[in-house]
Nanobody, 125 residues
Framework: VQLQASGGGLVQAGGSLRLSCAAS????????LGWFRQAPGKEREFVAA??????????DYASPVKGRFTISRDNAKNTVYLQMNSLKPEDTAVYYC?????????????????WGQGTQVTVSS
């Protein structure tokens, strides 16, 4: 599995950014795809993820981003997006795209995830 993230940048508080992550690999459509972030001096933390349960799309969000961030997935393009609205200075971090067999293990056993390179998001106050 290979992941290529893009879309970070500098934005003022209250603004929006959209991150993209192009995924490739065998059976990639069956993987959960998601985003983590790591702020300076802090541990990497889960942000959001999307997967499929049968024909039902399943999403999960960390509490600090619920209602502000939206994760989506285009299986035809094998790409996952993170639309970030109402950004706050505390959202400043390096954002990493991740892939794993399921959302639960993506969160609980993050050391086993596939990772893309990080993309910097900076929110100025």
């Amino acid at each position: 599995v290979q992941l290529q993230a893009s879309g970070g940048g500098l934005v003022q508080a209250g603004g929006s950014l959209r991150l993209s992550c192009a995924a490739s690999g065998s059976n990639i459509s069956r993987y959960a795809l998601g985003w983590f972030r790591q702020a300076p001096g802090k541990e990497r933390e889960f942000v959001a993820a999307v997967s499929w349960s049968g024909y039902v799309r399943v999403t999960d969000y960390a509490s600090p981003v619920k209602g502000r961030f939206t994760i989506s997935r285009d299986n035809a393009k094998n790409t996952v997006y993170l639309q970030m609205n109402s950004l706050k200075p505390e959202d400043t971090a390096v954002y990493y795209c991740a892939a794993d067999k399921a959302i639960a293990t993506m969160k609980s056993k993050a050391q086993n995830n596939y990772w893309g390179q990080g993309t910097q998001v900076t929110v100025s106050s």
